[in-house]
């Protein structure tokens, strides 16, 4: 069976650091995308040197610095949890630079999202405020939504990322929809990986991974931390009553573009009154 859940662990890095997740090509069907969940306390840095790979660093929640050659971001971060539900900083790096991030507050959690880069490009401080905001969705299936790079900015070279909020009783990435045929203009070839966070923290969410042919079709129990790849195929989300859902997005395929096809079995909810 293909692995497409990855539970949460806390392996420590180095005095202060600690890391909860990490999926990549290594451990994950995965050729484009990777993700890396960090917990820093304050003083502890992470170094990172890249090699073919570009990374974004999202401040997840806290105050960090993010260092590159001549370009210092300090005390950057907007919130306290991610379910402050307000944008945050990101800091885009591309291939074949060192870095290293250092915790400014008391604690601090990053996400390190990868995908395959042969193009440098510059540094970028992603602000808060170069978010765009979207809300998705009517009925049962509305979401809130926070894009850190989407495919208008021109920053990456092949990352997308998004962050997503979704309220307890409702599902999202729904109607199922895929992005895994190379057929543009109509649909584009993307990896996804989700990073889960739910609050409160005892929760649980399910998501559902299928293909046409059912080939690949696993529904999993989703907690906190947990992450869910998504190499092919339809990907829904259902959040119980009672808990809230945050979801970081990562995105890499051969074409940076956001194309996707919905299950036409289900198309017909996006379109009710």
């Not at 999202?58 to 610095?65: E, F, M, N, R």
């Not at 690949?216 to 990907?235: A, I, Q, W």
């Amino acid at each position: 069976m293909t692995k497409l859940k990855f539970v949460h662990q806390n392996k420590q890095l180095d005095s202060g650091v600690t890391l909860i997740q990490d999926v990549s090509s290594k451990n994950a069907p995965l050729k484009y995308a990777g993700v890396k969940l960090l917990q820093l306390q304050k003083g502890a840095v992470y170094s990172e040197k890249l090699g073919k790979t570009e990374v974004c660093v999202v401040a997840l929640s806290g105050k960090i610095t993010v260092k590159e050659g001549d370009n210092q971001f300090d005390n950057i971060g907007t919130r306290e949890s991610v379910f402050d539900k307000k944008p945050t900083d990101s800091v885009y790096i591309s291939n074949d630079h060192d870095y290293q991030v250092t915790a400014k507050s008391d604690v601090a959690e990053i996400a390190l999202c990868y995908a395959p880069s042969n193009k440098q490009l510059p540094t970028k401080l992603i602000t808060a405020a170069d978010n765009t905001i979207e809300h998705r969705g009517n009925h049962s299936i509305k979401r809130y939504v926070q894009n850190i790079l989407p495919e208008d900015n021109p920053a990456a070279n092949s990352l997308l990322i998004v962050e997503v909020y979704t309220d307890g009783g409702n599902f999202s990435s729904y109607p199922p929809h895929r992005h895994d045929h190379d057929n543009l203009p109509e649909e584009s070839s993307l990896e996804e990986i989700y990073l889960h966070k739910i609050t409160p923290k005892q929760g649980f969410v399910f998501h559902r991974v299928y293909t046409d042919d059912r080939s690949l079709d696993e529904t999993m129990s989703v907690e906190n931390n947990d992450v869910v790849v998504v190499p092919k195929g339809y990907h829904p989300v259902g959040v119980p009553d009672g808990y809230n859902s945050y979801y970081l997005n990562v995105m890499a395929g051969p074409v940076r573009i956001w194309r996707f096809h919905n299950d036409p079995d289900h198309e017909w909810i996006w379109d009710r009154k």
